[in-house]
């Protein structure tokens, strides 16, 4: 179709006639070879009339948010923080309440945008990332190859279950390849860890870490999660002590930053079985999953300290990042 060329000083008749068309193509719905005919002209004239009432403002397109969608707040956390999506969700209640919401919100995003190929990497011990996959629907094709651990998956045996399904489940659902981490997050010390990585088990895990295209990650505070306390993984009360000396607020796949989202090294860091910060930060795309007033401040660190790219929130904690920018 030839552009449409505006004249300067349009008549009143002209615009009567694009108001005419207009209204009968938007308000009352008349498709156009039905306006052509009524008005007695070609069907490529009222197309035309269409573009040009756009063009002159006489159309103005607005885009209205259902209630519980949250595009302008979605929007203003990426422009924000640097993001390179987020996805803002209504909940009820606080605490472990927001759980469920985000966990219908992540399985939805994953639907949407898992599309073939993805190496996804799974932190082991987050109650929504499980809620997740527990809602979440099968593909009746592949869209992922693999799905990897990448923090330690052994704890307890009252809850080992839960890290082994997590990784487990996804990987049904995806029609993709389990690779699990066969030892704890945390172990005695640096000596022993190095040991395991030498293992030909973990050592194919942490090999698998460099081919990651996705990382699905929950973000922690200084407290652990119920989930992580009862696994046998979470940090020492003396290691929660000197970590809130050094300024951490939070966590992801055991790896703390401060309140800005730097990196704060602690005794521990060499104990730890996991993906390192820079592996990390050099996937592609990093969903955190991650709600509740008591994470606002892990959550706004993980986002500046660029820990994750992708959000998944709820709304509260959505309005106070934006308000404390």
Not at 34 to 60: G, T
Not at 184 to 190: E, I, N, T, Y
Request: aromatic fraction near 4%; charged fraction near 25%.
């Amino acid at each position: 179709m030839k552009p449409v060329v505006l004249a300067s000083t349009p008549s009143a008749d002209h615009l009567r006639l694009l108001v005419k068309v207009a209204r009968m193509y938007h308000e009352r719905g008349m498709r156009q070879p039905e306006i052509a005919a009524q008005l007695s002209m070609s069907q490529p004239r009222v197309s035309r009339l269409l573009k040009e009432a756009v063009e002159r403002d006489v159309v103005r397109t607005v885009v209205v948010s259902p209630d519980g969608v949250h595009a302008e707040l979605e929007d203003a956390l990426v422009e924000q923080y640097g993001l390179r999506d987020a996805v803002v969700v209504d909940t009820e209640g606080a605490g472990t309440a927001v759980i469920p919401a985000l966990a219908a919100a992540t399985a939805t995003y994953l639907d949407a945008t898992l599309k073939g190929g993805d190496v996804i990497g799974i932190s082991s011990w987050s109650a929504t990332l499980l809620e997740s996959v527990n809602v979440m629907r099968a593909k009746t094709t592949p869209v992922a190859e693999e799905i990897v651990q990448i923090v330690g998956g052994s704890g307890s045996p009252e809850v080992q279950l839960h890290a082994t399904r997590l990784t487990s489940r996804l990987a049904e659902l995806t029609g993709a390849r389990p690779v699990f981490a066969p030892s704890a997050a945390l172990v005695g010390s640096r000596e022993l860890r190095d040991l395991l990585w030498q293992e030909p088990a973990v050592a194919a895990v942490v090999k698998a870490w460099s081919r990651l295209t996705m990382a699905l990650v929950g973000i922690g505070t200084l407290e652990p999660s119920p989930l992580l306390r009862r696994s046998g993984n979470a940090i020492a009360p003396e290691d929660q002590r000197q970590l809130e000396a050094l300024g951490a607020v939070g966590d992801v796949c055991t790896r703390y930053f401060d309140a800005e989202g730097r990196p704060v090294k602690a005794d521990f860091d060499d104990h730890i079985i996991g993906i390192s910060p820079e592996q990390l930060r050099s996937v592609d795309r990093r969903i955190g999953v991650a709600g509740g007033e008591s994470k606002i401040a892990a959550i706004r660190g993980a986002a500046l300290g660029g820990w994750i790219n992708i959000l998944i929130t709820d709304v509260e904690v959505a309005r106070s990042l934006v308000s404390r920018g």
